[in-house]
């Protein structure tokens, strides 16, 4: 690493020429040195296997990929820097993004994030959620299932793939901003420009305040989510749900009203 001689000496886990057997070499090296970078390039086994020990001990760890190469689902989400040997601008590009990686992972605030880490989180969140909480992770681990079979059968039309992926955003903003009160997901066609779209919900926010004042609206695609600051009763979440639905353009609405602790 050139641009950070005083700080790394690169080790490739091919190339350790100690004595001694090779595997538990490297797993030393993954357990104990301040950064690790993976190429998952023509999705080695050993590879993973070892990116899943790196992810377990939390330390610092960069990906790397093949430009053109399909990254496996349970690293999709998270950073990773695409390189082509045989394209110089590439080339160029995925080392002035592996030295922007270097200098965050120097940045004494810097904190890794990896599947493992997300997961023990999703544990201690489990372990004290609230029923509404609960609700929403339940709801994000069933998009995440479904975004898993996306990848492994790949037989959804790219607006069915766009659309699973709305969803885990949706829950995932959810999850970070829990309900107050009741929600409502407003959803259209996948079909529906995004200029025609900007006008419905427009629309839609319009009618929508001439029934009730306090709301919040968010785009996720081609749904939109309300969150009502105060719970309706049931004839006034009956006369908003109606009129949502006759908002032309609309698909579907549906209501999710959340149990208080």
Do not use: C
Request: aromatic share 8%; proline share 6%; no cysteine.
């Amino acid at each position: 690493m050139t641009n950070f001689p005083d700080q790394f000496v690169v080790v490739r886990a091919d190339k350790i020429d100690q004595p001694g057997m090779i595997d538990a070499q490297i797993i030393g090296h993954l357990l104990d040195d301040d950064l690790v970078i993976a190429d998952m390039t023509e999705l080695n086994p050993n590879a993973f296997y070892e990116m899943g020990i790196r992810h377990m001990k939390e330390l610092p760890i960069i990906h790397m990929f093949k430009k053109g190469e399909i990254i496996p689902f349970d690293v999709k989400l998270y950073r990773a820097i695409p390189f082509d040997y045989g394209d110089p601008t590439d080339l160029k590009a995925a080392r002035a993004d592996l030295t922007r990686a270097l200098v965050a992972v120097l940045d004494p605030d810097y904190k890794p994030d990896n599947p493992v880490i997300r997961a023990r989180g999703v544990v201690k969140l489990a372990e004290s959620a609230t029923p509404e909480s609960t609700i929403i992770q339940q709801q994000l681990n069933e998009v995440s299932r479904r975004l898993a079979s996306v990848e492994d059968r790949q037989l959804l039309s790219i607006s069915e793939s766009s659309h699973v992926i709305d969803e885990f955003e949706m829950q995932k903003f959810l999850q970070r901003f829990p309900p107050t009160a009741t929600t409502i997901v407003v959803r259209f066609s996948p079909s529906t420009q995004d200029d025609q779209l900007n006008n419905m919900i427009s629309s839609l926010e319009g009618a929508l305040k001439t029934v009730i004042t306090k709301f919040a609206g968010y785009r996720f695609g081609k749904a939109f989510l309300i969150k009502l600051q105060s719970e309706p009763s049931a004839p006034e979440l009956l006369v908003i749900t109606n009129l949502l639905r006759s908002i032309a353009g609309v698909s579907a609405v549906n209501v999710q009203q959340w149990e208080r602790s």
